[in-house]
């Protein structure tokens, strides 16, 4: 970072605290609690000073706290969803802290034809955020048969390439940067620590209530050492009983099954939540215009044909159970969850390579403790806890050692997968979270966050061996701290800080000294950033944000996977300086509402790490390249009233090999691609989505919807453009894919049906590296839901 970014963050800093000092000296603090006729205290009611850019919400006691920056005589609405609005008139004077307020709203007993609500959803709410956000409801979109992987592939600066159907393996990006470096979390907890099964492609959207995707920037109570971004995954927190079970069935004998529940026993405090998925596919698409070999002909032919070696199933079920709202815990809970799945592996990474042997299985086990406690220490310290342990194992397997090719025949002896294999690989974990927040003073909070990540790998092949006598263990420490202060009610800074500190240790046989010795590691590194927005009206405002952040290694690129990818102990984590610039703009008139947001981002990746290939085809992570990422995305939402809505959104970004010296090494000559587009990579797409629909008079509550999604992607290059032309094999064309669905409910959502299509023109659609994904495909739905 240099000199004048580090000046400029210090004087952002500096005029922040002065000018909080100045305003503090003014400020005027209103509280209260509201309540209903029957006393109970009512969450989530708007608290509003009128005619002014400033409001709260009751918190789930019923207390609120409202700050005034000037003193004079106020009136304060109060109003919330099923109650009637209330006006009480106050009178602040300057640096004074008033007697607490005590309001009862009456329900509103008045009924309406049609009544139309303002307000903004968590959703909303989070992309008005500093951070560069996407946040996405997944309750509107419930009754769809997709994952959400599909889910987030509509959205802005996202992409997911999957290698084929159901289960595949994918490459997600987030504005240009992928694999490891974008970090994936359910409800804050890294996603693998739940499991090899527990992937985007698999997890039905029921599962989920929000999704969250950050650009670059990320919050610090993640604790994640993300490069590109992070997504979190976020289930339902409510505190109601519910229940909510769902299957379809649909092309290529796909079944797909979810339920998620949970009963509140509310005198006792006790909770039992459980979620579990069940997905199978043949995957046996149609294959087009594949090659193989015509003996009579003696030459290569065109067929198509049906993929036969490509069935996937996974499973995965947990339950929690705990106590909420007693007075030494908000939240304890102690959670079990399993994963399983059963995969057989149809193609390497490219299509001519046909596997009709190979298999992946594997299953993971976990335990887990949950702890949350808030309102400490004069309501000022909020502490959560978690804490779980994990074993994950899988086995890749191939006893055939047969070269296949697309028509289902074979010959003996394979060179690319070259010996038989039956390799086991286990990874016991523990992890543990501690996050704290405190509050300083009004508008002034201190955010502490420390993960701790241990996990071990035990490589072998069962065929020549029975277990790993020489494993290793890579352990992580993430601590993170954040201040943010917000001013005038209008502009909010948020300053943070990082240490990322990584611990290997590897056994390793030392031929000169012809014995196992013990290979150890410590690297630490630090890195800061920034984040603000500023509003300029309550529907509209402008953010930026800057880190110096760090990825540490993954386990399997240091440590191998015992066949095809080599150990390297002396790989060194990434490092990026990452820019997001934007905005947003919200109108409402009427029954219309309008979302606009944009944003320009900036990625310097250096010492990224590379898969470099060896000519006997195994594989070593290294520190070879850099990486630039300049590029913009846009979103524009519009809703009439409950009728119609329409989505567009559209991401360019221009990935560069900045690596200018081979090996980034002068001594090694100019790379040959040193400012070449990044391949494989898309660099211009984006989605167009449009939703009509109705309420009907009859089925208690009945809604029929229609919605019709396209997505777009320009064609893109799969190997180095200075080695490729655009009409040549070595890109991946252009590609427009339609998608359909029609919906219908009954009785407020409670019963659900949907009719789903997929890819309707049947295009040949093509992804990660020209790899054909499937074509038209129609799924049916049934969901049931209560609560």
Known sequence: MSQKSILFIFLTLAITV?????????????????????????????????????????EKDGHFTIAFERPGAYTLVFSSVGYGASKEKVRVEPGQRHPALQIVLQPDTQQFREVTVRGKGEARQLREQAFTVNAIDTRKIANTTADLGQVLNRTTGIKMREQGGVGSDFEFSINGLSGKSVKLFLDGVPLDVLGSAMNLNNIPVNLAQRIEVYKGVAPVELGSDALGGSVNIVTNQS?????????????????????????????????IKGSTF????????????VEIWDPEKYEYVSRDFRRFHDRYKSWMGQVEIGLINKKWADVLFVGVGYTTYDKQVQTGVRQTIVYGGVLKDGEGKNISLRYKKDSLFNNRLNIGVYGTY?????VLSDTTLRKY????????????????????????????????????????????????DDVENQTYNSLTSSDDDMPGKLGKHIVGAAYQVKLFQKWTNTFMGKYYGIDLNKKQYDYSLSKIVSLRDFQNYAGYGWASVYKLSPNTGIKTSYEHTYRLQDVNEV???????????????????????GGFYGSNSGRQDWFVEASAFYRSAKGFIYANQYDNNQLQYQNLSNVLVKGFDAEARYHYGGVFNALLNITYQHALDNTRFVNNNSSGGQSATYRNRIPNQPWLFGNLDLGLGKNL??????RLQFTWSTHYTHWYYRSWEGFATANSLATIPRQLVHNVMLSYSMQKGRYNASLECRNLTDQLVYDNFRLQKPGRAVFFKLRFFIS
């Not at 069940?278 to 215009?289: A, D, E």
């Not at 060179?415 to 501690?434: D, I, K, M, Q, Y």
């Not at 008079?697 to 009945?702: F, I, K, M, V």
């Open 278 to 289: 069940f997905n199978y596919s043949k995957n046996n698409y149609l294959m087009r215009g």
């Open 405 to 452: 090719s697309w028509d289902g025949s074979y010959v003996t002896g394979n060179p690319e997968t070259g010996s038989l294999r039956l390799t086991h690989v286990n990874r016991p974990r523990l992890f543990a979270r501690l996050n704290a927040t405190y509050k300083l003073a009004e508008n002034h909070d201190l955010n502490l966050n420390y993960t701790f």
């Open 18 to 58: 002065l000018a909080s000092s100045l305003q503090a000296q003014n400020r005027s603090t209103l509280s209260g609690r509201v309540m209903s006729a029957a006393g109970e205290p009512l969450e989530g009611v708007t608290v509003a000073a009128d005619g002014l850019n400033l409001g709260t919400k009751t």
């Open 390 to 394: 994990s074993y994950d194992h899988y």
């Open 559 to 581: 440590y191998g996977d015992g066949y095809q990818v080599l150990n390297n102990m002396e790989l060194k984590p990434e490092a990026s300086d990452n820019v997001n610039i």
């Open 239 to 271: 505190l109601d009983n519910y229940l909510d079970v769902s299957h379809s069935y649909g092309s290529f004998q796909t079944h797909q099954s979810a339920l998620t529940g949970q009963y509140v026993y509310k005198p006792a405090g006790l909770v």
């Open 697 to 702: 008079a009859y089925g208690g509550g009945a």
